[in-house]
């Protein structure tokens, strides 16, 4: 309030002052109510007898009528034949000097508007370097949003898939409810936490679970807002947000992205003198300089840990890390299971189901699938979110929207079906692959269609016997184009690329070749192969790893031929099956491999007519397959 009055009694004596310089310009013509009356009819009036006397005064002529009223007009020069016509008609003239402006409205005229220049200078210079804390725009003031306890609603219940972190963090939480419980031992909370971990983890919302756990105030800022082009403005907020915790202690300040403002020092431009450094320093003073006793606890967020200064993380300061890592598949469940909450949803709704198929999704992620679910169903006018409309999330979340209005020729149609039965069947047969969800020649993004294959939990560690089952399965794709379609496309450029980056990791990074032993021929470091430009290795070497390579690949590749060509039957039922339906999901597939007819789609699944047989649909995008 007292800053709102003090802006607000700056620019009413501003005003006042204007209103008074025009004011005083205007004095003359408004002073005595005088009528002013055209040159020409004053000399008509002194012509008709009706003028008694007249004042001339610099280029101001008064002139008093025989009715006692007043006029006034104006000439740029003494008018010599007007002299004449007074003293024709008997009127009394007196000629007076131009009067001299007073002293304020000369001070008015010429000083006034370089003063209020230089005022309002000065007065932006104090505010910009921290010395105004109410003033215009508050340059040396915390920008901190606080949030006191009636308006953090969140809770550790609110939080999911981090159950560990949620651990490391609940003695927080007991210290702020209970100090003396610590304190009576001689134990000191820690007065700093990092958080780390990738986007989207939910750090932030980690700790205001914590604030709302305690029922404290939270203090959230950004490491960006205490960056300003003039140096000293940061240094000043970090100073002025400690004062504010300090008043509402116990609380918790949170800055979100610290390594803005966190970064090694000396590492920039600017030497040592550049405001973030400043910034820094001063956030180093005060949090070494808290009070046992505070209360006030700061917690930081970054996905950067690596490039933070040692001096942030040094016993006193923020000596304890808290890692919020991707969650895994409980946890991607857990956390659905929240999001869902908030949403009307149909019995079908599987959170065990939709976790195995969202590997390394975020929590943010998460959140955006059940919201893009919700709309999928609003779009479809319907009263519940089900299973079919958290699918459709998924794939556009994966792969994009759907191209429907694609035009593509039947013979690319046909030929893509092919290439992806190729694909789900090698990986039904292969006793390790990862379980098929789903085939689909359904057009999205770059791809014209798509073998989706979920783990049925997540892949912490990769398995030589697995990883050639996966080149098999990308071999498929081509290799049913060559038995059925009798041509080759280029659609499976894509394939190929990733298997031949999967053997060469097998043979000169894993050590899984029995040829070549244990040696490792990557230079993990500058992530290149050392039979390239820095060839560490002989030539003999590096043709043995090339022999190497190609032996694994032609070897999966024999492999997934064998299995096409002895299961003809249940590539070609597949084939008609997305033909006809253009997806197909994990019981339609189970139903095929089994030699049963495949059941219908289920009940909502739309089906897209195809527009056309010509048109610009046929240009040959890479299919894809879906990451184990």
């Known amino acids: 309030m007292n800053n709102m009055f003090s802006k607000s009694a700056i620019w009413v004596v501003v005003a006042l002052l204007l209103f008074m310089l025009f004011k005083q310009f205007d004095s003359h013509s408004m002073a005595g109510g005088v009528k002013g009356i055209q040159y020409s009819d004053l000399l008509d009036e002194i012509k008709a007898k009706r003028i008694k006397d007249v004042v001339i005064e610099g280029n101001t002529i008064t002139a008093t009528k025989i009715d006692e009223t007043k006029v006034r007009t104006t000439s740029t020069y003494l008018d010599r034949g007007l002299i004449g016509d007074l003293r024709e008609n008997g009127v009394r003239f007196d000629v007076k000097p131009p009067e001299e402006p007073g002293i304020l409205q000369q001070v008015f005229v010429s000083w006034f508007p370089m003063l209020l220049l230089i005022g309002v200078w000065i007065f932006f210079m104090r505010q910009m370097q921290g010395g105004g804390k109410g003033g215009a725009f508050s340059f040396g003031k915390s920008k901190a949003r606080m949030l006191d306890e009636t308006n953090n609603t969140v809770t550790f219940a609110d939080v999911a898939g981090c159950d560990e972190a949620k651990e490391e963090v609940t003695e927080i939480v007991d210290f702020l409810r209970d100090p003396t419980k610590f304190q009576k031992l001689g134990g000191r909370i820690p007065r700093g936490v990092l958080m780390v971990g990738p986007p989207g983890t939910g750090k932030t919302l980690l700790a205001r679970a914590i604030a709302g756990e305690a029922k404290v105030p939270f203090f959230s800022i950004s490491g960006s807002d205490f960056v300003e082009m003039f140096v000293g403005v940061g240094a000043s907020r970090v100073r002025d947000m400690f004062e504010n915790a300090k008043k509402h202690s116990p609380c918790i300040i949170f800055i979100d992205e610290i390594d803005a403002v966190g970064r090694h020092r000396g590492a920039g431009m600017g030497g040592g003198n550049d405001e973030r450094e400043q910034t820094l320093n001063q956030l180093l003073v005060e949090m070494d300089g808290f009070e046992a006793s505070s209360g006030v606890i700061v917690i930081a967020a970054t996905n950067r840990a690596d490039v933070l200064d040692k001096a942030l993380l040094r016993p006193g300061r923020f000596d304890r890390q808290v890692s919020v890592g991707l969650p895994d598949i409980r946890g991607r469940e857990q956390i659905l299971n929240v999001h869902m909450r908030k949403v009307p949803i149909s019995t079908d709704v599987k959170a065990d189901i939709l976790a195995r198929g969202t590997p390394g999704f975020s929590g943010a992620d998460l959140a955006n699938l059940v919201n893009e679910a919700a709309l999928f169903a609003a779009r479809r006018n319907k009263r519940l979110v089900d299973m079919i409309d958290f699918e459709d999330a998924k794939d556009k979340i994966f792969m994009g929207p759907e191209r429907k209005s694609m035009v593509i020729r039947e013979e690319e149609r046909r030929n893509t079906a092919y290439h992806e039965s190729g694909h789900a069947v090698v990986a039904k047969?292969?006793?390790?692959?990862?379980?098929?969800?789903?085939?689909?020649?359904?057009?999205?993004?770059?791809?014209?269609?798509?073998?989706?294959?979920?783990?049925?939990?997540?892949?912490?560690?990769?398995?030589?016997?697995?990883?050639?089952?996966?080149?098999?399965i990308l071999f498929g794709g081509r290799i049913a184009e060559e038995i059925f379609v009798g041509q080759m496309s280029t659609g499976a450029s894509n394939d190929f690329a990733r298997a031949t980056k999967l053997a060469r990791a097998?043979?000169?990074?894993?050590?899984?070749?029995?040829?070549?032993?244990?040696?490792?021929?990557?230079?993990?470091?500058?992530?290149?192969?050392?039979?390239?430009?820095n060839k560490t290795i002989s030539e003999a070497t590096q043709q043995k790893v090339d022999a190497e390579i190609r032996t694994i690949l032609d070897t999966q590749y024999a492999l997934a031929r064998k299995l096409l060509e002895e299961n003809r039957e249940k590539v070609e039922v597949m084939t008609k099956a997305l033909l006809e339906w253009e997806t197909i999901d994990a019981d339609q597939v189970n139903d095929i491999m089994a030699g049963q007819e495949p059941r219908p789609p289920k009940a909502g699944t739309t089906i897209r007519k195809q527009p056309g047989s010509d048109g610009p649909g046929s240009n040959p995008t890479p299919n894809a397959t879906a990451p184990a």
């Open 429 to 472: 047969l292969l006793p390790k692959a990862d379980p098929v969800h789903k085939v689909t020649i359904m057009p999205r993004g770059w791809a014209l269609g798509l073998t989706w294959q979920l783990p049925e939990h997540d892949n912490i560690s990769g398995y030589k016997d697995k990883m050639l089952e996966e080149i098999s």
């Open 506 to 533: 097998m043979v000169t990074k894993y050590g899984m070749s029995d040829a070549m032993g244990v040696m490792v021929y990557e230079d993990s470091q500058n992530d290149g192969w050392l039979g390239g430009a």
